[in-house]
DNA sequence: ATGGGTACCTGTCTGC
DNA sequence: TGCAGACAGGTACCCA
C-alpha cells in the first residue's frame, strides 16, 4: 500500500486525537514482519507524547510517568497495512495483528499480508529504529531534494531512472504508484538509465515528484484495495491517476494507448510517445 | 558500491 | 464450480 501520501495522511488523522493519550494495555496477534522486541507490560502506563514520520514509517514517541523519554515505537504499514482509531475498543478480526489500548481510545493495526511491523526501540535514532531509518534518502519536501542532488545521486547509477526512485536510498516515499505518476509528468521513459538523466530533466522530475505527492495528500491518498486512514476513511487518488493500472487506455495528453511493464518485478505504467528517454 | 533475485504472506481476480 | 496462476501499495537480505 502505503507510500509516502497515505502514511502521512494516516499520521495526520492520528496524531490529533492519540496525543497524550496513556496506554493501558497492548495485544498481539498473528506476527508480523518483525517481533516487537519488548514485552507488551513494557508498553502500559508510558503517554504517547508525538507522532512522527520518516519516509514511510511512523514513529510514536513515549514518555514514562516522570515524563522522561520512554522510547518509542517503530510502524511500517507493509504492502496492506492500515491503523485505525476508535474510541471504543471492538473484538480483534483475523487481520488485527496489533492493538494498543489508551485512555482515548484503541489504535489498531490491520494488515492482511503481514509485511507491516511494530518494532519497538529505546529512541528513534539509536537500536532498532535507527537501524532501519539508517540509509534513507532526503524526504521529498526537503529543500535539499533538488535538481542537482538528484543529477548527482542518479550519475552513479545504470538501473532504470523508475527503479531508482522507487529504491528509497535517493528520495524516500515514492512507491510504485507515484513513481510512475512522476515520470509521466516529467516526460521520462521510466527506462532511461539513471546516469542519463539530464539536470535539467532532474528539475522536471523533482517538481513532478512533489505536485503527484501533494496531490495524493491532498486526495487523502490512494486506495487501491486496503487503504483506509485511522477513521475508516478510504482514499481517492486513485481516482486522478493518469497512467498507473491504466494499460491499453489512451493517454490524456496524446490518445496513444498506456504501456504497462514490469522492472525489478514491478509493474510500470507510462506513455511511450509522451515520455522520452 | 551497485544490482539482481528471493523471501516474507494473504487475498482477489482471471482464464481454463 | 474448481483450480492454477498472476498479481497486489514494500523492503531487508543474500549473493554476484
Redesign the pocket.
Known sequence: ???LP?VEVTRLSLSGRIQGARITGARLG?PL?WPLGCDTRNLVGRRISDVSRR??YLWFELRGPDDAEAGGLLV?L???GSLNFAEQPSQPG??DHFDLLTTRGLLRLTD????GAVVWSASRDEGAAAK?LA?LGVEPFDPAFDARMLHEALR????AVK??L?A?DIVVGV???YASEALFRAGIDPRTP?KRVSLARCARLVDAVRDVLQLALAAG???????RNAHGMN?AFQHQALVYDREGLPCTRCGAALRRIVQ????TYFCAHCQRR
Request: charged share 25%; net charge positive; hydrophobic share 25%.
Open positions: 500500500m502505503p507510500e497515505e498473528k514482519r519516509g514511510k511500517h507493509g504492502m496492506s483475523p487481520w492482511p499480508r503481514r509485511f532501519l540509509g552513479m547509477r545504470r538501473v527503479q531508482a522507487l528509497g512507491g510504485n504508484i539513471g491518498g490512494s486506495t487501491l484495495r486496503d487503504f482514499g525489478g518485478q514491478r509493474s
